[in-house]
Structures are given as structure tokens and as C-alpha cells.
């Protein structure tokens, strides 16, 4: 059996989909439903259990497992409760790190590329311990994130006993089918596609910055089928530990992602530039950009899906259909 936490929220739903269609049904999800929706992520899926999280330490108790795929978290970035989001962040990914410990059990989990700040230190993801200590989350989440990292690469660099299989996840810009439960938090393109169809004009941020153009505000956007992907690699190559960017390694425009949309509707593009918030002008990042050279060094060469490719799948797959769920 493999257990998913965060298994109905957005990456969560996509590799239990992708679990079902390999053929393996034995899969718990432990997760938090709410009233928004979030359960039609599940609607197609097979599961053996469904766990919340309360009650997970107790259930894991006598259980052997295959693996434990922890993407369960609070991911907003704009989360303000600090407890809570250290004791659901930080302190339960700490007792499933010591229960996978003890029952020698793979643990691979999400990290955040949150944790690396505002850039200044890059997005190498070197795991050794100096490196993660120079980078400064900018927010609660990356920073709860940032801590159960060097948590673990403590133990790994001070040789002490860990998972037969750890690996830290530090996802980029993830967009794609099933991320509709999560608001303000969805990707540009969910959020605007109904604009994008109807016609509206799509809003996006001038530049601030000299030297930039509106609009080509850039990060790493990576389609959820291609995380999903690497993940099904790592639960096949047991012998692969460490953190690891998942990213597809180029920086893209705002404006290139909202276009490639129009570009798949065959519509002409309605872009409109409009002042950044003086607030978040100081804090904005203009880039991002993962560095995936330690993932394929390690041995993984599933590639990344392309900008277009992957706006015109989820476009034509999903956002312009009645039912959007995988």
C-alpha cells in the first residue's frame, strides 16, 4: 500500500490518477476536504482508505507501507497563522520522517521553491547544509518548508539513520488539471482562462524595472504531468536520495504562458498592462528559474513538456471542456 498525503489536493490528485492508471489501487489518501469542492478532484479514482490527518499516526501504527509520497501541506503563501502552519509544515512532516525511519519506508516529499527567497543565493539546489543556510524564505510557507530541509540534510550530512529513500521535492511554477480548489492560489492561466475565452482583456503587471518589458516577468512554469512524472520516477529508482529542483529549467513570460493559451483557442490575444501594487512592488520577483542539472544527473531523463505544448494540453484537455477534472 502507498499512502498520499495531500492525495486530493492539486499534484496530490494528478499522481493518484496517474497510480490508478498504472494499475495500483492499494492507496490511501490523507487529506482535509473541506466545502470547496476539492473531493471532485477524487471523483474518478480508486482508493483503499481515506485518512485524515488527524488521525494519521494512529493509523499508521503496525502498517507496513510501499512508500509515502507527503505532499499534503498549507500552501498558501499568504498564510499568516504561524502555528498552525508550522505544526501542519513542519511538525507532522517530522513524525512521518521518524515513522518512515523506523519502519524503513520511502519517504519522498514536497519541498517548495519558496524556500529560496527572493533569488539573491540562485536556484542551485546544492542540499549541503551551508548552502540551505544562506537561503531566506520571503514567506511563512517557504519558510516552514525551508526548515524540515535542513532537518533532513543535517541527518544525511551527520551520517545518522534515515528512510531507505528520502528525496525533497522543491517545485516551481506547477500548473495544470484539478489546482481549481485553490483560489488565489490557482496558476495566471486557470484564473484567467475564462476571461481569455470570453474575450475579456487579460490584466497583466507592468515592469517596474528597467530593462524589462510588461508582461515578461518570467518563472519556471512546469505542467503537473511532468512533476507527476518524476515522481513516478523516484518510486521506481529507490536508490535515489537528495533534494531536487522540479522545474523545467527555462524561464517563460507571463505574457508568453497568457499567449499560448489564445494560441490554443486559435483567438487573437487581449493583453492589458496594468500598474503592479506599490505594496508588493518592492518584494515582486521578476525571475525565477530552476536549475534541474542534480535531477538529471541522478539519472532522470523523462524531459519537460514545453510552454505551448503544455498550455495547449491543459487548454484543450481540460479548461475548455464542461468537466476540467482528470
Known sequence: MLLVTGGAGFIGSNLVA??????????AVCDVLGHDGKWRNLAKRQLA???????????LKGRRLDAVIHLGAISETTATDGDLVIETNFRLSMRLLDWCTANSTPLIYASSAATYGDGAQGFADDPSLPALKALRPMNLYGWSKHLFDMVVAERAANGERLPPQWAGLKFFNVFGPNEYHKGTMMSV????????KAGRAVQLFKSHRDGIADGDQRRDFIHVDDVVRVMMWLMASPDVSGIFNVGTGTARSFRDLI??????????ANIQYVDMPEQIRGSYQYFTQSAVDRLTRAGYNGGFTPLENAVSAYVSGFLN???RFR
Open 189 to 196: 492561466l486557470a484564473r484567467r482562462f475564462d476571461d481569455i
Open 321 to 323: 471542456r464542461t468537466d
Open 49 to 59: 482508505d481515506f485518512v485524515p490527518p488527524a488521525e494519521l499516526m494512529d493509523w
Open 18 to 27: 496517474a497510480l490508478n492508471d498504472a494499475g495500483r489501487a492499494d492507496i
Open 259 to 268: 499567449l499560448s493559451a489564445y494560441a490554443a483557442l486559435g483567438t487573437p
